[in-house]
């Protein structure tokens, strides 16, 4: 081993949505450096701190890589215990098949986390082991994030997965509400080196507008920042679409083919003028006409909104409204507007378009959407007795007690459980509390092609890379296991069993060949590619236009795998293109604006702001609670290592000037926090950059459960802010959590 040669290998960084491309250098099993991948055409080199936590990952004594099981010891200890592959999935199968047999299919829920989405294996081979268990507790992060999203894309374009993304590389005028680039990298938006495109958009004269409650690091590159008030959003789009009509700014042309119907959304927003939402917004109406006024004078134009607008009490009708706003103004399907993506392996005419209506949750009736319920209501479920109560869970990759709404409460309920497995290679807040673990290779050990993301990234593009360092025998990756309990399951269920030898042997990345090779870029290359000597195939043409870096070979005969491993920083596909009607789902072949659905809940906008019992009057509004992001943290998960943590405590309680005299705190003072369902004690940090009236909590932290084995994370543990954040507060319209703009009472601790 010591005497390895040192070797090179072009990799992707899976830790956010930014896909970019890393140049890893190893030495045997050991990892060297991480550093950007220049010759990548998408990312071109670019990396954010984070991309050498990848190294500290592979390299954490804490990282387990064996299953191991719980011990119960005398009273409320308990031990872990390595064991085989063998005996953890026979133990994790018995059980749950057990319980399923005593309680019904629904006593075993399951929770899917973020990383799952980065995750090949897990995206393309997971689902076996969800069937396999046939339960409908299932729930996941969507809950907490872009559920309003996949709602709409569902009821619009037909499929939950079919989301129109920024051009950000040609919009002349991008305006972000509730989204913090700069320090997340982009989100339903895969944009690698987010700052240099953003100014961009300036360097050719174009305009940046941000609408944050606070002023964060992208409104400070933004040309323009307005604070608005958590939660109002919906107000300021009804307003901006009013503005539309009333000043006869629309563009129907493009989009009355598809949607004849947009005509009648004049109707719907004609009495919310910008002087009748001005005050609970905190944008005036002078303010508000002019951002609609710039936004129609430019050349091309978008609005996006992410977490804060999606994660909030009407999330789910805001990005509707922030959608007809971008139809309306002409920007759908349009160069520099709201585009859909072309990716190379598609997998959304293989996937579920998304189940709607039928199901409600049973304790609370919440919705259920595309086979699951809101996270939200996942600690009910478990504590509530009765016929499909939850008495075990499944939770793979993901740590629900830091990252859901009310954490205490899932804390508690997960003590309760009959049984729970964790898929996971750390002792966590969550996985603390499972029977068996079962820890998956960290990302650099598996092979990767970005299922998900390349179909929200700002341009086409195609890339796969093989595992940079070889694993043991006895260490899985995320397929394997859930591929092994599927079987299992399934025979104890005395299902024929038979097809998996099929998929052992053709692994995730035979389905993404499949993929490739019945794809758009095959099918264009095959048709024209072998006769043709300069590329100009109909997709890349555009892309020559567009200065793309890497132009790919129209020599080949079509994209695959083994193409993708000739080309190891990846294939440039050219920029988005305009891809109406092909890109809908519908039948019909239209755009489903279902007003119905979505202007209902017009009715919980106007008892909120403008009913008799509204506690949110401008003179009379309570203090709320915000998230933020740092470029150092990822969600709950990269506290373990040292230089993610270095240097000043970030998990501070931010609050304006005005507010720390208001209630007597100074920057760096303790202060206790409470709302409906707990509180806790934070560090002061006073700042101008955030709105009177708000106060801001990164979310993540709170690493000071007791039997956690995060030996870096526990010394620098910060406090959870879901502690804070309230179960019983969703965005009705989807069951979606609210995590910002959650009421609060501030105190100086004594
Ligand atoms: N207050 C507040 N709360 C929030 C948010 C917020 O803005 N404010 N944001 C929300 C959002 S957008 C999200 S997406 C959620 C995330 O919420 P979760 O998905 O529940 O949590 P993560 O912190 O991503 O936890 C991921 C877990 O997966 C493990 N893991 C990492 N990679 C892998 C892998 O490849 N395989 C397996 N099996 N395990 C792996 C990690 O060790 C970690 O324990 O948090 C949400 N919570
Ligand atoms: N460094 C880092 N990067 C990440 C992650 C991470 O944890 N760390 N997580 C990843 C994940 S899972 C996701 S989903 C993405 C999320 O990526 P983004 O959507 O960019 O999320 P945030 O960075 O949290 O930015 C949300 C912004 O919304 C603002 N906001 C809060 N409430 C409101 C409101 O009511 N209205 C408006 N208009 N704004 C509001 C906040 O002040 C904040 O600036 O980031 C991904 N990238
Ligand atoms: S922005 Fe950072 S975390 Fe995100 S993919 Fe790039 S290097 Fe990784
Ligand atoms: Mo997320």
């Known amino acids: 081993m010591s005497n390895a040669e040192q070797q090179l290998h072009y990799s992707t960084c899976t830790l956010c949505e930014a896909m970019c491309g890393i140049e890893v250098a190893t030495k045997g099993r050991q990892i060297l450096s ?3 991948d220049k010759e990548n055409p998408f990312s071109q080199g670019h990396i954010c701190p984070k991309a050498s936590a990848l190294k500290d990952l592979y390299d954490d004594p804490d990282r387990l890589k064996r299953p191991i099981k719980r011990v119960r010891l005398e009273g409320e200890e308990s031990a872990w215990e390595e064991i085989t592959w063998d005996e953890a999935f026979e133990l994790v199968a018995n059980n749950l098949h057990n319980i399923q047999q005593a309680h019904g299919s629904n006593a075993v829920g399951v929770y899917l986390g973020n990383p799952n989405a980065h995750n090949m294996g897990s995206i393309l081979f997971g689902p076996y082991f969800y069937r396999a268990l046939k339960t409908h507790n299932r729930y996941s992060a969507t809950s907490v994030d872009q559920l309003p999203h996949h709602i709409i894309s569902r009821r619009l374009f037909g499929h939950m997965s079919q989301v129109p993304i920024p051009d950000i590389d040609h919009t002349q005028h991008f305006m972000i509400i509730g989204g913090n680039p700069l320090a997340s990298n982009g989100s339903i938006m895969t944009v690698p080196n987010v700052k240099k495109r953003l100014k961009g958009i300036q360097q050719r004269s174009g305009k940046v507008v941000v609408i944050d ?4 690091e992208t409104a400070d590159i933004s040309c323009e920042h307005h604070f ?11 307003a901006m679409l009013n503005v539309l009509f009333e000043k006869q700014l629309h563009k129907m042309d493009g989009i009355l083919p598809y949607a004849e119907d947009i005509k009648e959304v004049e109707n719907y927003v004609k009495d919310y003028s910008v002087q009748k939402v001005s005050e609970l917004t905190g944008i005036s109406a002078s303010q508000i006409t002019q951002l609609v006024v710039d936004f129609c004078n430019a050349e091309s134009a978008v609005c996006y909104g992410r977490m804060g607008a999606s994660v909030q009490a009407f999330g789910t009708l805001t990005q509707y409204l922030i959608m007809l706003f971008n139809m309306l103004t002409g920007n759908l399907d349009k160069r520099g507007g709201m585009m859909f993506t072309q990716p190379a392996a598609d997998i959304l005419p293989v996937s579920g378009k998304g189940s709607m209506g039928g ?3 049973r304790v609370r009736g919440l919705p259920a959407f595309a086979g699951e319920y809101p996270v939200a209501c996942l600690a009910e479920e478990i504590l509530t007795p009765g016929e499909g109560q939850i008495k075990a869970m499944v939770v793979g990759a993901g740590n629900p007690v830091v990252t859901t709404p009310n954490a205490e409460q899932l804390d508690r309920a997960f003590e309760e459980l009959d049984f729970m497995v964790a898929v996971d290679f750390y002792v966590t807040e969550t996985s603390r509390h ?29 890339k796969y890379s093989e595992a940079v360092v070889e694993v043991d025998k006895d260490q899985l990756t995320d397929w394997q296991i859930y591929l092994s309990l599927a079987e299992r399951l399934d025979a104890l269920n005395g299902k024929n069993t038979a097809h998996y030898a099929g998929l052992w042997g053709k692994q995730p990345k035979g389905v993404v060949d499949d993929l490739l090779k ?10 024209e590619g072998a006769a043709s000597d300069n590329s100009s195939t109909h997709l890349s043409e555009s892309s020559t236009a567009d200065s793309s870096k890497v132009s790919f070979d129209a020599r080949a005969r079509g994209l695959s795998l083994d193409m993708l491993k000739a080309h190891p920083h990846g294939i440039d596909l050219g920029p988005l293109q305009p891809s109406l009607p092909h890109a809908l789902f519908h039948e019909d ?15 919980r906008v106007n008892t909120h702001f403008f009913g008799k019992a509204s506690y949110v009057t401008a003179q009379n509004q309570p203090l709320v609670l915000i998230g933020r992001r740092h470029i150092k943290t990822n969600n709950s ?5 040292p230089r993610m943590v270095k240097g000043n405590n970030r998990c501070t309680l931010q609050l304006h000037p005005d507010d720390g005299a208001r209630y007597g705190i100074a920057d760096g003072d303790e202060v206790r926090v409470k709302s409906r369902v707990g509180q806790v004690t934070i560090e002061a940090e006073i700042t101008d950059a955030i709105m009177p009236g708000v106060v801001s909590i990164p979310h993540g932290w709170g690493h000071n459960k007791k039997g956690i084995k995060l030996s870096v994370a526990s010394q620098h543990p910060g406090v959870n802010t879901n502690i804070l954040t309230d179960d019983l507060l969703v965005d009705e319209l989807s069951g979606n959590a609210v995590l910002n703009g959650v009421p609060v009472e501030l105190e100086k601790a004594s």
């Open 637 to 641: 998960w990269l506290h373990n290592s």
């Open 228 to 238: 608005i008030r958590p939660g109002s959003d919906v107000l300021l789009l009804l």
């Open 589 to 603: 072949k239209k755009i489903h604006l279902d007003f119905a659905y979505f202007m209902a809940d017009l009715d």
């Open 359 to 361: 199901f409600s949750s």
């Open 518 to 527: 019945s794809g758009l870029y095959s099918r264009a290359l095959s048709e």
């Open 213 to 216: 409650p606070k002023r964060s």
């Open 34 to 36: 991480i550093k950007g």
């Open 434 to 462: 499972a029977d068996v673990i079962l820890p998956p290779v960290t990302a650099l050990e598996r092979d990767h092609y970005d299922v998900v993301f390349h179909n929200f990234a700002v341009r086409n593009f195609a």
